[in-house]
């Protein structure tokens, strides 16, 4: 099948989702004629117009004005405003690089610095780390990296159609760029323990004065009643000697309540005021569970330039964020590592994940399951248009002459190039959500949104897939003999991932983990009748055997097609579609490191006004 037309009827996408995908495409692109015309215009005459931005605070203006002209909505036109006044925070760009739509990335560092960052233990400025001890930090396991420069390897410059966009020949520089994140040592768990330890106390304290003051009424009844019966017995000057007892004993116990209550409110004012002060604490350290970037490694390696190492200038040395060199050297490195991300994020966790590889599925599933097979039922309503929204994008998105993404994107001249290279990240045991956060190390980082609603996510849908399996498959011998399930589980392996190897394979067994040696040894143990775990395949298994890998599978596969899908798609636009925040090329190469950075050097490297505009056509096409 050629074209999206020679699809059957069945594979075709509803004619309204398409004609509003259409819609908002040409649209936009309609919104790039008038610049291209008088782009050409003025290569005719001599020169074309120039149309860079000198501010941040002039593109910020322009923003409302091409949100307006290109169709985006007024609320995501606000939203992109509020990224534009929080972009430069580092904690703000870490969240987003691990939270935004490319999450997969991150990883803990589990033993010391080695290759990409061989230097980094001496790059690293000590009040980055906030004055730790690098390896005390990995030990701790406080320390994350995003790497980036494998999948962008061999992957040149682009540009080519820099001069129809803008006017002007340019080069749009591919830039190998990878990050680590640094944790910082969290307070607020001692300080809540140190405060639960207070209250503890507290009751103590309480408990032993209730028993203090019940003993004392006790000790005043008891001496009241027998001056009472000394009174019935005893003379007037008896029973004056009495009465002065019993007065003087009532007044030391009204004394002694006096003094509890006004311990026991001294004592909650303290309360209050260490309350105040950690809520004060709490405040001002509000990020300081939140990852933070402490290095970014840059290497122009087309142009056979040296690596160069890029950290965040100490806190209370930067007079103004807009014309300091320090601030705004951190600055540029981080635009070119968000570049980086950009190109990865759109051909590799966008297209290649959550939507070619499920192609292969679907493709399976309709060659292999009958209609009235259950699994066909289960799946079919999640595949459902995925593989006419594939012939659409390939048609109209990242075919040689359609290629929407060289119109804006430094590494848009060589998609099939990076689409190979992040193929070779895809593997089936890294779509395991639960398992792929803890062989990560991430099972435990604090406010890691992503990772708590993807796996509260993947329980719901597991436990969903766990009853309808039961439905149809009573035993694990229900499972082995279906020859359908078998046929589609093996095609997806054999035909669809085929020439893939697994994630890291080519790198040998030295890269491997002990525990992922162990693990494969014990199952190639176990494995039999053709289930052995190879590295082809990009690690999909070739056959089924029991209830358990099969409701795994199952919710691998409708996981990826929707809940990952979802979460990678729909935030695009306010986020990659501004263009400081996240830059999806840059016209001027990384500096050295000795560079002294301006702000004019900063504008200088961003795209031009029409980058900008298609930028946010393509956003809003993907993200709405």
């Known amino acids: 099948v050629k074209s999206y037309e020679d699809l059957p009827r069945f594979l075709q996408f509803r004619e309204a989702q398409l004609n509003a995908f259409l819609g908002a495409k040409d649209a936009g692109l309609d919104k790039l004629k008038g610049p291209v015309f ?6 005719c005459c001599g020169a074309p117009p120039q149309r860079d931005f000198n501010s941040f605070a002039q593109y910020a203006e322009s923003f409302t004005k091409m949100g307006e002209l290109v169709g985006w909505l007024k609320t995501d036109i606000k939203d992109g405003l509020k990224v534009g006044e929080i972009f430069q925070d580092d904690t703000e760009f870490a969240r987003q690089i691990i939270q935004g739509p490319n999450s997969t ?11 990409k960052w ?4 001496k790059k690293i400025p000590k009040y980055a780390i906030d004055g730790e001890d690098i390896k005390a930090v990995i030990k701790d396991g406080r320390l994350f990296e995003i790497l980036n420069s494998e999948v962008l390897d061999g992957i040149g410059h682009g540009g080519k159609a820099s001069k129809l966009i803008t006017g002007t020949d340019k080069t749009w520089y591919v830039v190998q760029a990878d990050c680590l994140l640094y944790q910082r040592k969290s307070t607020k768990v001692e300080e809540k323990e140190v405060e639960k330890e207070q209250e503890q106390q507290q009751e103590q304290e309480q408990a032993q004065e209730n028993e203090n003051e019940k003993a004392i009424e006790k000790e005043d009844k008891e001496k009241k009643e027998k001056n009472e019966f000394d009174i019935s017995l005893s003379s007037s000057s008896t029973y004056q000697f009495s009465t002065t007892a019993t007065s003087g004993s009532t007044n030391t116990w009204v004394d002694k309540v006096e003094e509890k209550n006004t311990e026991k409110e001294k004592e909650k004012e303290k309360l209050i005021e260490k309350k105040e002060k950690v809520i004060e604490k709490e405040e001002k350290e509000k990020n300081e569970d939140l990852l933070v970037p402490v290095l970014i490694r840059l290497e122009n390696k087309n142009d056979g330039e040296k690596e160069t190492f890029w950290h965040p200038p100490e806190q209370g040395t930067v007079r103004d964020s807009k014309t300091d060199p320090k601030h705004l050297s951190w ?3 981080k635009m070119y590592f968000r570049c980086a991300d950009w190109g990865i994020y759109s051909i590799g966790t966008h297209y290649a994940r959550a939507h070619a590889m499920n192609e292969v599925f679907a493709t399976s599933m309709y060659r292999n399951l009958p209609s009235a097979h259950p699994l066909f039922r289960l799946l079919q309503p999640h595949f459902q248009g995925i593989i006419g929204i594939n012939m659409q994008a390939r048609a109209n998105l990242i075919a040689p ?9 430094s590494s848009g001249d060589n998609l099939l190039d990076l689409l190979v290279n992040c193929c070779k990240e895809l593997d089936y045991k890294s779509m395991v959500v639960p398992d792929d956060f803890e062989t990560r190390g991430l099972k435990d980082l604090p406010s890691y949104f992503y990772r708590d609603d993807a796996v509260a996510l993947w329980g719901i849908l597991k436990g969903y897939i766990e009853e309808m399996v039961s439905l149809s498959y009573f035993s694990e011998d229900d499972v082995t003999k279906d020859e359908e399930l078998q046929k589609f589980v093996e095609e997806i392996k054999e035909i669809g991932f085929g020439s893939f190897e697994r994630a890291g394979a080519e790198a040998g067994a030295d890269k491997e983990d002990k525990e992922d040696k162990k693990d494969k040894e014990n199952k190639e143990d176990k494995e039999d009748k053709g289930d052995k775990e190879d590295n082809r395949g990009a690690g999909f298994p070739k056959c089924i055997l029991t209830k358990e890998k099969l409701v795994e599978y199952l919710t691998v596969l409708i996981f990826n097609v929707s809940i990952f899908h979802t979460s990678v798609n729909f935030k695009v636009n306010k986020y990659l579609g501004y263009l400081p925040n996240a830059p999806p090329s840059l016209r001027l190469t990384p500096p050295a490191q000795d560079d002294v950075i301006t702000m004019e050097r900063i504008m ?3 795209p031009q006004y029409e980058v900008a505009l298609a930028t946010m056509v393509i956003t809003e096409v993907l993200g709405n």
């Open 331 to 333: 600055l540029l490195a």
């Open 118 to 121: 061989i230097e980094a233990d």
């Open 38 to 43: 008088l782009n050409i215009l003025g290569n």
């Open 105 to 115: 990335k991150l990883r803990q560092i589990k033993e010391e610095l080695s290759g």
């Open 604 to 606: 200088e490297t961003l």
């Open 401 to 409: 002459d359609q290629n929407a993404f060289a119109k804006f994107m």
